[in-house]
């Protein structure tokens, strides 16, 4: 399949950053099917395309032909077999559960077109977790973005040892048509590039927070205003959710049973009291209702 051949994207899952990936894809002109079996979260995604559009042209980022273009090329949906039984690309973007992953990935290969690649776009569950499930491993790879997904520019694709030359070639051409600068990682690591440094950054901002060196503000302005980077490692924390860093944590320590990579008490912590940032309006910061 060439990248002139993909009409049809389908995202599975529409959180924090399937919503995302599916209205960038249908302002970049591909037909998109977003779906997902909870029908609050549907709402929440289209209600979001729905401000986010005329915001873009507001901004006169886009014009109004090209945000209907877009609004037209949207449809959300809970039914699978539905979204994905035309798709030529599928980007599976939900919960970060293998055994989740590991069922979507089966059904998604009995309802897909034969030709269709299957990605998926986990923060750090390798595609090898899920491409045996498959019956099409060499087209199975992990297309990882970053959040948020309509605006940075970087998209992870990492080739498994089952993942065809042509596949991760396509994923790259894919994100490059996204206006995304793809990256490309010849074998599967855990983390893969960005969250393992990400994560070097965050524990050691987490261990002087717990060792009650500075305030969270005062480390995250010491990182914008010293080091440039955009946001801090806690506000950055609370925007891609404290669930997922405890996860991603969780994950790593279980891998290599080194208690160095065991989540952090304050992590655990906002964890269990489900302060998990902007998604439940407390984190780091408050964020009120
Ligand atoms: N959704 C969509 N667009 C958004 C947005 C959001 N949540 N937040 C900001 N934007 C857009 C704005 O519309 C604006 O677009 P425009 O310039 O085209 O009009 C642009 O981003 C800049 O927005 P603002 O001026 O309001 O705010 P900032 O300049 O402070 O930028 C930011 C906000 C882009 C989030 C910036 O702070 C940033 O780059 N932060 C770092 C984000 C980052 O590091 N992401 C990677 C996280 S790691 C990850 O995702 C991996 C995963 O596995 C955990």
């Known amino acids: 399949m060439k990248i002139d051949d ?58 109004e032909d090209q945000a209907r273009q877009a609004w037209d090329n949207l449809e959300f949906n809970t039914d699978l077999k539905k979204a994905a039984g035309d798709a030529d690309f599928v980007i599976e973007a939900a ?4 055994e989740l992953k590991r069922k979507i990935f089966e059904k998604l290969d009995q309802v897909a077109p034969p030709h269709a690649v299957l990605a998926t776009n986990s923060s750090f569950i390798v595609s090898s977790m899920v491409a045996d499930v498959t019956s099409r491993p060499g087209k199975v790879c992990n297309m990882h973005f970053f959040n948020p997904a309509l605006v940075m520019k970087c998209v992870e694709v990492v080739k498994g040892p089952h993942t065809s030359e042509e596949t ?36 050691e901002a987490l261990y002087l927070l717990d060792q009650g060196v500075a305030s969270a503000q005062d480390i995250d302005s010491a990182v914008v205003n010293a080091l440039g980077h955009p946001m801090g490692p ?43 940032g902007q998604k439940t309006g407390k984190g780091f910061y408050d964020y009120g209702k």
Not at 95 to 98: F, I, M
Not at 176 to 187: A, F, G, I, M, T
């Open 95 to 98: 919960t970060e559960n293998l």
């Open 234 to 276: 806690f506000k950055l924390q609370d925007l891609t959710g404290i669930d997922l860093t405890y996860h991603v944590m969780m994950e790593r320590y279980r891998e290599t049973g080194d208690p160095a990579d065991k989540p952090s008490p304050t992590v655990v912590e906002k964890y269990v009291k489900k302060e998990w």
């Open 168 to 203: 991760a070639a396509l994923a790259m051409e894919l994100a490059r048509s996204l206006n995304k600068e793809p990256v490309e990682l010849q074998k599967e690591i855990y983390g893969f590039l960005v969250n393992r440094i990400l994560s070097a950054i965050n524990n």
């Open 6 to 63: 993909i009409r049809k994207v389908c995202v599975v899952g529409a959180g924090n950053m399937g919503h995302q990936i599916s209205i960038l894809a249908a302002i970049r002109g591909y037909r998109v099917s977003c779906v997902d079996v909870n029908e609050k979260q549907l709402q929440k995604a289209r209600g979001f395309a729905e401000k986010y559009l005329p915001g873009r042209v507001a901004k006169k980022k886009l014009t």
